[in-house]
């Protein structure tokens, strides 16, 4: 099985911060790879698919880079909704597996 | 609308079963790979299982194969997750998810039904 890693864990930052989250898979995954975002109480949205497609209605601050092993997902300027955890998921191979995740704190 | 909405989720004993339900509509349902994921509380987002939009096949995570059975009804625009043997690790919000392109990545979330195992 793959195994994706992410990191940090949490992140504490501020409103306009560039921040990035890297994600990691114990295989080549090519670009197979997917970022979500989620909030307290609600379910994932996507963010970028295909390691650096933004999703429709996504805003423009976000974007992915990478291929075979290592991610990132960049947030080029942090604002108030951003504040949630980011999870990155492969989806090259079954089974399907997600990072641990990354927590966005506001600092 | 074009949305999934969970239903089936409850307190069970350890040992017991239930079925989780996924209504969707808004979309052409059986064109579209589906999946279930789950959270247990305060923990990450774990894959469970994914079904062919034909049931041509179906997969599962190893801390549920032989104990629980993904299936679909294309007729009634429904997805199912049929739960035996219950632990209490299994404890947590169940969503079920639309897959994009072939089964990639995961476009359309239900807004999750909590299953509690406990005595």
């Known amino acids: 099985d793959i195994q994706m890693t992410q990191s940090p864990s949490t992140l504490s930052a501020s409103v306009g911060d560039r921040v990035t989250i890297t994600c990691r898979a114990s295989?080549?995954?090519?670009?197979?790879l997917a970022w979500y975002q989620q909030k307290p109480g609600k379910a994932p949205k996507v963010l970028i698919y295909?390691?650096?497609s933004l999703e429709r209605g996504v805003p423009s601050r976000f974007s992915g880079s990478g291929s075979g092993t290592e991610f990132t997902l960049t947030i080029s300027s942090l604002q108030p909704e951003d504040f949630a955890s980011y999870y990155c998921?492969?989806?090259?191979?079954?089974?399907?597996?997600f990072g641990q995740g990354t927590k966005v704190e506001i600092k | 609308e074009v949305q999934l909405v969970e239903s089936g989720g409850g307190l069970v004993q350890p040992g017991g079963s239930l079925r989780l339900s996924c209504a969707a509509s808004g979309f052409a349902f059986s064109t579209y790979d589906m999946n279930w994921v789950r959270q247990a509380p305060g923990k990450g987002l774990e894959w469970l299982s994914a079904?062919?939009?034909?049931?041509?096949?179906?997969h599962h995570a190893d801390s549920v194969k032989g104990r629980f059975t993904v299936s679909r009804d294309n007729a009634r625009d429904s997805l199912y997750l049929q739960m035996n043997s219950l632990r209490d690790e299994d404890t947590a919000v169940y969503y079920c998810a639309r897959g994009r392109d072939t089964n990639g990545w995961y476009d359309l979330w239900g807004q999750g039904t909590l299953v509690t195992v406990s005595s």
């Open positions: 295989q080549s995954i090519s670009s197979w």
């Open positions: 295909k390691a650096s």
């Open positions: 998921q492969q989806y090259n191979t079954y089974p399907r597996k």
């Open positions: 079904i062919h939009r034909s049931s041509d096949f179906t």
